[in-house]
Every structure is written in C-alpha cells, then in structure tokens.
C-alpha cells in the first residue's frame, strides 16, 4: 500500500512537497491510487514581527491522484478546497491545481532513483469582497515549477526539491511575491502487517525574501520584508491501516521545529493534522 503523507500547507515551499510524498514500494505495492483527505491546520495566535495578527484556521477537502502511465512514468495531480477563518473575517474557495510528472530507475533490488517535473497552477482565487489579505486566500496567485529527485534504499529515502513561482499574486491588499524554495526530505517507514508506520523530516529554504505592496498612494511600489527568507524545520508522523490492497487510511501530524516570524502567504503552521482515504488499483 502506497503510504500518502499529506502534509499539504504545513509544508511552507507550497507545493514542492509532493517530491517524495508517495513512496516507492511502500509495504503492498500498487499502479495507481485515488485519494481524498481533510487536513486541518493552525497558524498559531502569535502575531507577526510586523504586527499582521493570525489566529487563523485553515481545513482543506483534498482530491489527489497518482497515476501509473507506463515504463516507470507516473503522474500525480491534486486540488483542494479550502475554508479559511481568523480575526479580519472568513474565505473559502478552490485552491491551487498542482500537476507533477516523475519518472522512476530501479538501480538494485529496493534501492530507486525518481526524477519530478512539474508545476502548481494559480487556480484559487485571490481577492474577495471585503478586502482580505493574501493569507487568507485559498489561492497563492502565481504559476510555479516544481523539479526534484529523491533517492529511496530499502526503508530509507532522501528527496531534494526547488520551486519558482514567477511573478506576485494579484491580491490588492499585499501583492505578494514569494521568494524560490529550495527543499529536503529524509524519511524511514516500516510495515507491521496491516499497520505501517511513517516518520520525516522536512526542512525548506526559501531563497529570497517576500516582496509587498508599499502603503500609500499611486503609483505602486513594494517593498521586502526583512527576515521574511525564513528556513522552516517539520517533523511529520503518520500511521496507515490497510484492510485490503485496495483500500487504507491514514493519519499524519506535523509540527514544526523552528517557528515562524511571518505569516505573508498563509502558509505558516503550528500544527496540521490531517485524515486521507485511499483507493488503489
């Protein structure tokens, strides 16, 4: 059974995650699989360094498939639908379409090499009625290229990972642009008959610091945020029940191991739980 760690937007590259995500021969191993999980997260009630307060809740509907094409192409696609709540009001929308292309080389027995290429789409909106900021939209507003590689022997893995959005998200309150991610994963799982178990850790770079829109008159200027470059540290657990080959559930919890200062682009967690359903053929 293919053990899915949605961790989603605990993760804060916002999408270079899915590299590594699925692994490889995975206790039972199968084509293809359809999932569909519900993630919670929370930003923490701590305030920015700037003042920006938080206190917000974000839960997403997930639909994720990933595909076997042939000759050891596969391809995964994902889209949730996400409800937003904090202190300056509430939102709740399609998000971002993510599409990622990855092709598998089996070195030895149990030991893999996996090359990804793909992409996040802006698909979520960005702007609602009463003004709110970018980070409570379910949408982050640019185009990205997601690339990366990931190593598996045996029980272990390693992934590394880069991601670019281009351009700033048309949200009129901040237009934000967020720097590039550079991100690893390393990971162990294990199977205990129908139960498997899964630990990681997760660490992005985000490269450059974000970029918002100036208070003040036209025309429009931005500015960077100092210290909104910030390195983010997960640790990610998670345990999956297989009744059959073709089905299993599976919970995650995420924590975060360095904590932080910014909340631009409503990706900060302090904590993410999350439940998935999996069918597989």
């Known amino acids: 059974m293919l053990l899915s ?3 989603y937007s605990q993760c804060s590259d916002a999408g270079v995650c899915v590299i590594g995500r699925h692994q490889v021969n995975e206790f039972v191993r199968t084509k293809s699989s359809i999932y569909f999980g519900y993630v919670y997260g929370t930003s923490g009630k701590d305030a920015d360094l700037n003042g920006n307060v938080n206190n ?5 509907f997930k639909l994720e498939a990933d595909l076997d ?3 050891g192409f596969r391809l995964n696609g994902s889209i949730p639908y996400t409800f937003i709540s ?3 009001g509430e939102n709740n929308g399609i998000g971002d379409l993510e599409a990622v292309f990855s092709k598998q080389f089996n070195i030895k027995k149990k030991n893999y090499l996996i090359f990804f290429l793909g992409g996040k789409f802006s698909t979520g909106k960005v702007n609602s009625n009463d003004s709110l900021p970018q980070r409570y939209m379910p949408g982050l507003g640019t185009n990205d290229l997601i690339a990366g590689a990931q190593y598996t022997r045996e029980n272990y893995y390693f992934a590394v990972g880069y991601q670019k959005p281009f351009g700033r998200s048309a949200n009129t309150v901040t237009r934000l642009k967020r720097g590039d991610d550079v991100f690893f ?5 294990e199977q205990f008959n129908k139960v498997g178990v899964k630990a990681e850790i997760l660490t992005v770079l985000r490269l450059q610091r974000s970029s918002v829109l100036a208070a003040g008159p036209p025309p429009e200027t931005f500015v960077e945020v100092s210290g909104s470059n910030e390195t983010q540290v997960n640790m990610v657990a998670s345990a999956i029940f297989s009744p059959s080959n073709q089905f ?4 995650t919890a995420a924590i975060p191991f360095l904590k932080r200062n910014y909340n631009l682009d409503g990706l900060k967690r302090t904590l993410t739980i999350s439940v998935l359903l999996s069918y597989n053929f």
């Open 56 to 60: 917000i809740g974000y839960g997403s």
């Open 185 to 189: 994963r390393a990971g162990f799982f």
């Open 248 to 251: 299993s559930i599976t919970g």
């Open 86 to 88: 904090g202190p300056l």
């Open 5 to 7: 760690v949605n961790i």
């Open 69 to 71: 094409l042939s000759s």
